[in-house]
């Protein structure tokens, strides 16, 4: 039994060393002069209970840019990964299809041309006649109708030849809005099919952050409410920037599996250094909360242990192990081991020790 006894006295002056140290040692000198300390009184402060929720970060603009006529591909002017600016040319189709309609149509409004002078000038002599008592009302009549017949051939003519040009734009596909191209579906020599989607567009200089909220908490959201946007892989290049912004829209239905609702807000990327995809957060400051405050400074620690030094009776301090909460600003919250209105120590010129003598500075 005596040969445990060493390991059992080197055991507790270890487990005395680690849970004090110098700063912590029971006692001190009763004759020696106090220690001179700053403090602060606990106080009870009011603060924002700020909500999380899990977020994606999406494009607030994409499309799948898909052509209107059938032709191949005849040259791509983009590759992925490539930013565009709006009415930028990004695919050219072959047309050949477009290019015969176009000249038919332009025929076609030459046709209608020819008729219609004809009928014009047959109108003009008729009326002449007319006025002469050479021709009847009803010969008359039919050549008016016959002249309004072609001015209508024309009109129709010139429509389908606008229609056909139209469609000759959209030989060339150019970019509806600026963005980078995050997709492409053809290469050259393929056929483009109307409908079919030729390349993927995303407008990366302004994004919507999605969230699903629980169906227990939407009541206390609304439109307009501001919030924090945190993008846990940016911060590791630029810690300091957060985004903030505002709740823009809320959908109305829940998702019938999940019994939550998407909310989103919109935040500006000039620079492109967030991008769609990326893991975020939204911040909500929800509601006020009591919270036991004091600096954070007069806080320390020992291994897993934080602890406070309090000045009690007698001009002594004491040692209280606690238990911390949220950092806000330069203060930290206090959950256990402390009362409002004690003083706490946040200052001192020395080491102090557990029931050591201390004298206030003013």
């Avoid at 039919?142 to 017949?149: I, N, P, Q, S």
């Avoid at 509601?287 to 620690?301: C, H, I, T, W, Y």
């Avoid at 806000?328 to 009362?339: A, N, P, R, T, V």
């Amino acid at each position: 039994m005596r040969r445990y006894l060493p390991f059992v006295v080197i055991a507790g002056l270890l487990f005395q060393w680690s849970c004090g140290g110098e700063h912590e040692q029971k006692g001190g000198d009763e004759n020696g002069e106090p220690v001179v300390v700053r403090v602060v009184q606990a106080a009870i402060e009011f603060a924002e209970e700020p909500v999380e929720y899990s977020a994606s970060v999406e494009p607030a603009d994409e499309a799948n840019i898909a052509g209107k006529v059938m032709g191949k591909v005849e040259r791509i002017f983009v590759r992925e990964g490539d930013s565009v600016e709006r009415g930028q040319l990004l695919v050219k189709l072959q047309g050949e299809d477009v290019r015969a309609r176009l000249a038919q149509a332009s025929a076609g409004v030459a046709e209608a041309m020819a008729h219609f002078q004809n009928a014009r000038r047959n109108l003009d002599r008729f009326e002449s006649l007319f006025e002469d008592n050479a021709a009847t009302q009803k010969e008359l009549d039919d050549v008016r109708a016959a002249y309004e017949a072609a001015s209508a051939r024309v009109q129709a003519a010139q429509e389908m030849k606008r229609e056909v040009e139209e469609l000759m734009q959209y030989v060339q596909v150019v970019a509806p809005f600026s963005g980078v191209v995050t997709k492409t579906y053809v290469d050259i020599g393929d056929l483009a099919t109307p409908g079919q989607p030729i390349l993927k567009l995303e407008n990366v200089r302004q994004l919507e952050v999605v969230a699903s909220v629980p169906e227990s908490q939407i009541e206390h959201l609304s439109v307009g409410m501001p919030v924090k946007i945190l993008i846990p892989a940016r911060r590791i290049d630029a810690p300091e920037q957060d985004f903030y912004g505002s709740v823009d829209q809320i959908i109305p239905s829940a998702d019938p599996g999940s019994h939550q609702f998407e909310i989103k807000a919109f935040i500006q990327n000039p620079g492109g250094a967030v991008r769609s995809g990326m893991f975020a957060r939204i911040v909500v400051s929800r509601s006020q909360k009591e919270r036991l405050m004091v600096p954070v400074g007069a806080v320390f620690k020992r291994g897993q242990l934080e602890g406070i030094f309090v000045v009690g009776p007698e001009a002594r301090v004491q040692l209280r192990w606690v238990r911390t909460g949220r950092r806000i600003g330069g203060s930290i919250e206090i959950l256990s081991g402390l009362d409002p209105g004690e003083s706490v120590v946040v200052g001192t010129a020395s080491p102090l020790k557990d029931a050591q003598r201390v004298e206030v500075a003013d």
